[in-house]
T-cell receptor, first 115, second 118 residues
């Protein structure tokens, strides 16, 4: 199988605080992980691509200082939303891909609500 | 760069009827093609994928899709739908180089909400 988990599944925080979301590949080594954002009734928008042991590559328009991504091991990537504001409220989904693989396997998503 | 167009934002059908969800893409390079399904408040589950070989690919839950290079399409079909197929379906594409390695980034269509009525 190719199972990807995310934690937490849902988080509510106050404006100005930071929130960390974890993405884990449970039964395979993920050399590449991707972070997406999905607004209600919209498609997924890629935020950044992270390769294990190197800096993430951010898509145009995504603030790297606001959305900190760390991919320290072959099974774990984290997304930290720093100084969160209500407009950061969204559904964040990660995916993971094996070395040389073509397929991304998605986590269940994290619903972030910033009050 | 790639782009994906899902021609129908919503498709209502009755249970046990056939369904086709349409997907067209554009790309300046060869592509890999994917269909994912998303149930409410969940992540995406891979339904099927086209990498190479036979243009007709079969996936989970009785779905299949056909890659048509000349029409740059990858339509998803199921001969008889169930209530449980109600979900949002996303078509996605990733470019690949001459060596067959994926560029990795997925470009998604806008999604098609399939609603199966009893």
């Amino acid at each position: 199988g190719a199972v990807v988990s995310q934690h937490p599944s849902r988080v509510i925080c106050k404006s100005g605080t930071s929130v960390k979301i974890e993405c884990r590949s449970l039964d395979f080594q993920a050399t590449t992980m991707f972070w997406y954002r999905q607004f209600p009734k919209q498609s997924l928008m890629l935020m950044a691509t992270s390769n294990e042991g190197s800096k993430a590559t951010y898509e145009q328009g995504v603030e790297k200082d606001k959305f900190l991504i760390n991919h320290a091991s072959l099974t774990l990537s984290t997304l930290t939303v720093t100084s969160a504001h209500p407009e950061d409220s969204s559904f964040y989904i990660c995916s993971a891909r094996r070395r040389g693989g073509e397929t991304q396997y998605f986590g269940p998503g994290t619903r972030l609500l910033v009050l | 760069a790639q782009s994906v167009t899902q021609l129908d934002s919503q498709v209502p059908v009755f249970e046990e009827a056939p369904v086709e969800l349409r997907c067209n893409y554009s790309s300046s390079v060869s592509v890999y093609l994917f269909w994912y399904v998303q149930y409410p408040n969940q992540g995406l589950q891979l339904l099927l994928k086209y990498l190479s070989g036979s243009t007709l690919v079969k996936g989970i839950n009785g779905f299949e899709a056909e890659f048509n290079k000349s029409q740059t399409s990858f339509h998803l079909r199921k001969p008889s739908v169930h209530i449980s197929d109600t979900a949002e379906y996303f078509c996605a594409v990733s470019g690949r180089n001459a060596g067959g390695t994926s560029y990795g980034k997925l470009t998604f269509g806008q999604g098609t909400i399939l609603t199966v009525h009893p």
